[in-house]
């Protein structure tokens, strides 16, 4: 679907309404940098090119009216009085980016519809893209001059405060902030970021991604539990490192004192110890165009996801080696939160047909799963389109 499609399939919808305005909102994979945001440190994300786009025009009262071209349902609210909705869920994200904004200025009423082929539950991010999409567009439609980082800010508290999901910022940021043909390498800390352009063409090399079939939602308790064994971690250290406020203030140096900690400690503090100098280095290498060193980093941030963080799972595992054995795969990794979703694979380009081949054969054999294989390049961030 287009923004003219978009656009027409609004007028359709509501059709007393005026003209649309057309917003998209892109997914993201993670190259390398797993776990790391909520802990102030760095990731390095790219936007894809499968994307949420909204369609909407403001209204004359403070209803919100939604339709999901995607879910074939609608849904509204009113802005002075509205809570989750258990009937549409995937309207919460919207509902959710209207109260962060609610906090400090008032809103007009609109009307929605949206659509999107970011897969869902795919830890490709398509929660992210909905929430980021919906700010842009609710920034467009008020006039408002709200900066690109505000919006990202208060689309991650949407998603923390209104959903309940404690999510770091990464995926947020990458959708509003990506760039065609790069990737962006961000400090969660200080929100510093830079763009590298992702010389994987040039390399003759993609991106794959495969998705693992296996669904686990991130309210998930584990991923609460993760963040507050770093908690842990980081007040253990302090008796030593007094000054630290976050892992990310932990060097690869002190990885003496990480090894005294309690056994689980020890192993979620050394992954992201490890994998916050694995981004360091990956972007080095990346500048530099060697992408086979940087492939070896992606294999390295899979060891250590599985086996200090624990937040892979069999199916993930085996997606991986799979990768790992075809000749012409630089390095595969799982991506986003773990226990599900997809792995990120950077394979050069005459490897691909033999990777999925690979995939297609032996991973449907030894699991209940079908696997689905995207190749995407880097795209733009969130974006006003014309139509
Ligand atoms: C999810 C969260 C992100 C990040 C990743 C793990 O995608 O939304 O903020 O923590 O998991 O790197």
Redo the contacts with the bound molecule.
Sequence with gaps: MNAREIAAAFRQQFPEAAEPVVVRAPGRV?LI??????NDGF?LPMAIDAQILLAGSVRDDQQVQIYSLDFQEGTSFDLNDFSQSTTAPWSNYIRGVCAMFLETTPLKGMNIVLSGNVPQGA?L?SS?ALEVGTALLIRTLNNLDTPAVELVKLA?RA?NEFVG?A?????QFISMLGKKDHVLFLDCRSLEYDLVPAPFGANQASIVVIDSGVKRG?VDSE?NLRRSQCEAAVSELKKNLPEIKALRDVGVEHLDLINQLEPELQKRARHVVTENQRVLDAVKLLRDGQIQEFGQLMNESHASLRDDYQVSCPELDLLVEIAQSVPGVYGSRM????FGGCTVTLAANDSIEQLKAAVLDQYPKQTQYTPRIYVFNASEGAEKLTF
């Design positions: 993670n940098g797993e776990h790391t945001d909520y990731v830890g991010s992210a991650q998603e999901v999510c770091g910022i990464m995926d991130l991923y991506t986003g939160a773990g």
